[in-house]
Nanobody
């Protein structure tokens, strides 16, 4: 069993920044694919960014503003979010493919003035 724990969410004003972290309970060295998803109220969960075999993908709504990265030594996945907009408000989830795909419980990001 693997636990993924997200942190770093909170309330931020439009134009602000946050960095989300996703800490895994065991080494991610052999994990090829990890990602961030988000789910806004009344909407389906959507992909925000992923990193697979070292290559990153960012969804169009966040391209140029968000950056996904990972630190294998810390067993942690990150999402740097800059120039946040109200439409970025959502619960953000990380996932990772070990023997199967695991999900964290999410962290809430609220962008509001």
């Amino acid at each position: 069993q693997v636990q993924l724990v997200e942190s770093g969410g909170g309330l931020v004003q439009p134009g602000g920044s946050l960095r989300l972290s996703c800490a895994a309970s065991r080494t991610i060295l052999s994990v090829n694919s990890m990602g961030w998803y988000r789910q806004a109220p009344g909407k389906e969960r959507e992909l925000v960014a992923s990193i697979t075999d070292g290559e990153t993908i960012h969804a169009d709504p966040v391209k140029g503003r968000f950056t996904i990265s990972r630190d294998n030594a810390k067993n942690t996945l990150y999402l740097q979010m800059n120039f946040l907009k109200p439409e970025d408000t959502a619960v953000y989830y990380c996932n990772a493919r070990f023997d199967r795909v695991y999900w964290g419980k999410g962290t809430l990001v609220t962008v509001s003035s």
